[in-house]
């Protein structure tokens, strides 16, 4: 199954369906296919089979358009976010050498009267004129940026029988069918985003995009939208419930990933949307969905629950060990991230931070999370952060930012609950309470950033 395959069925059974919507900007299924098909044979002839193209629209649905386009045509995309730095894509552009860049000044017209040179042919727009070359599913359609914990930007390479292979287990175990309108907030240039996008739409559901970054404009477009399905990060869900103030009842799917989601925000999640199942993944650019947790069954808070559907994972040298249909070709048939974990006797997953992100402080190896589970169970306490700071001496000492829940708690108060509460060896020698946070794309925090909040 190619990851456009599903569309083009769906185009076919229900052509006048909304596929796609962004405020006044709406598509059917058949309006999809055509675009894809006219931007896709132009794109086919102008570059080779296995070209890279960097995709960079602000508008999320001729995001998706050229993105399907693309992979129809044989090439491989980059999505990246609208506001990237123009050096930042100067660095990307020099590390994947693309064929072009397909940005809102992109013209197809003008390509087209290059594919029309290029081809010799006077019947190049006619209906059926045009064969594409063959894509097999084994073809590379995308390149998924990934910093990790480096900072630096790298390209996870994906076939398309990494994404497609688990469609069928996304649709029973999110609780996502073609009868479902999916809310999206953020770039997808994210691949949680990206995914959940390309899947709903095999499906055959719709997608509503969110045009604000604000919660408040949210909440007024799932009611307008009837939306009945949501994917989030969970810093975007406490974000949004704290402007919910009634419960909607149409939603029946909430999912989530990215990092964990705690108890408080299901609580909330579970009162605002009594008629939802709340799902959460595990993942990785590299290894596809791992594991996932259904917060209506019975579940183990501090994990990453059970496997997805025909993963295997397994603990070697604290790090867990990963092998699956949905890992990246270049990663197969095995592969780790350098996640360290353990498994329960349940077969639960609990993650404990990643293996470059251990403190050593003076020779004494401490893991972040292990202080972040203790700091995230004080009652005034919403989110904690642990890293390791550059010290003269110990060669590294531990610093905490705190996400608080209210604005009562001090830096006191913290010190003497770590006192309490932690080993010495644990003890934060830095601790600073913000009142947010920035995210990267991907919803998460940038440990680079925390250092520079740090210090400010």
């Known amino acids: 199954m190619l990851i456009f395959s599903g569309i083009y069925k769906n185009a076919n059974e229900n052509p006048f369906k909304l596929c796609m919507s962004l405020e006044n900007t709406k598509i059917t299924y058949e309006e999809l296919v055509k675009s894809i098909d006219e931007k896709a044979e132009i794109l086919s002839v102008m570059y080779a089979k296995g070209a890279k193209v ?9 995001t998706l358009i050229n993105f399907l386009a693309c992979s129809r045509a044989g090439l491989i995309s980059i999505p990246v976010d609208i506001k990237m730095l123009p050096i930042t894509l100067e660095k990307i552009t020099d590390m994947i050498n693309p064929c072009c860049i397909i940005d809102d000044e992109f013209m197809y017209n003008d390509c087209e009267k290059q594919a029309i040179k290029k081809h010799e042919a006077k019947d190049f727009a006619k209906e059926d004129s045009f064969i594409f070359s063959g894509v097999k599913d ?10 990790g914990t480096t900072g630096h930007n790298k390209v996870i390479y994906r076939d398309h029988i990494s994404w497609t292979n688990a469609f069928k287990y996304q649709s029973e175990i999110f609780h996502i069918s073609c009868k479902d309108t999916l809310f999206l907030v953020g770039s997808l240039c994210y691949t949680a985003n990206l995914n959940s996008a390309i899947h709903i739409l095999n499906e055959g559901g719709s997608i509503v995009f969110s045009k604000s970054i604000y919660p408040k404009t949210w909440i007024n477009e799932i009611e307008k939208n009837n939306v009945s399905s949501i994917f989030m990060v969970p810093a975007h869900y406490r974000l949004f419930l704290k402007e919910l103030k009634d419960n909607i009842y149409n939603v029946k799917s909430l999912l989530s990933c990215g990092d964990k989601l705690d108890m408080n925000t299901i609580s909330i999640l ?13 993942g990785a650019s590299e290894l596809g969905h791992i594991s996932y947790i259904n917060f209506g069954e019975d ?7 059970k496997a997805f559907p025909q993963v295997e994972f397994w603990i070697e040298d604290d790090l867990i060990w990963v092998k699956s249909p949905y890992i990246a070709p270049d990663f197969r048939p095995k592969a780790t991230v350098g996640d360290i974990g353990r498994i329960d006797k349940a077969h639960n997953l609990y993650l404990m931070g990643r293996k470059n992100n251990t403190i050593n ?5 401490v893991l972040p999370y292990n202080i972040e589970k203790v700091l995230n169970e004080h009652p005034k306490v919403l989110k904690s952060f642990v890293f390791g700071v550059k010290h003269s001496i110990k060669g590294q000492e531990i610093a905490a930012i705190i996400l608080p829940k209210d604005n009562e708690l001090t830096v006191k108060e913290v010190m003497e609950y770590c006192r309490k509460n932690l080993e010495s060896h644990c003890y934060p020698q830095k601790v600073k309470i913000v009142k947010d946070l920035k995210l990267n794309l991907s919803g998460k925090i940038d440990r680079l950033e925390l250092i520079k909040i740090l210090n400010t």
């Open 138 to 147: 084994t073809d590379v359609f995308l390149g998924a940026l990934s910093s």
């Open 361 to 365: 402080k003076g020779g004494v190896k």
């Open 299 to 305: 579940f183990k808070i501090d994990s990453v629950g």
């Open 54 to 62: 960097i995709i960079k629209n602000k508008n999320p649905i001729n």
């Open 270 to 282: 579970k009162e605002r949307f009594p008629k939802a199942q709340i799902c959460e993944y595990y």
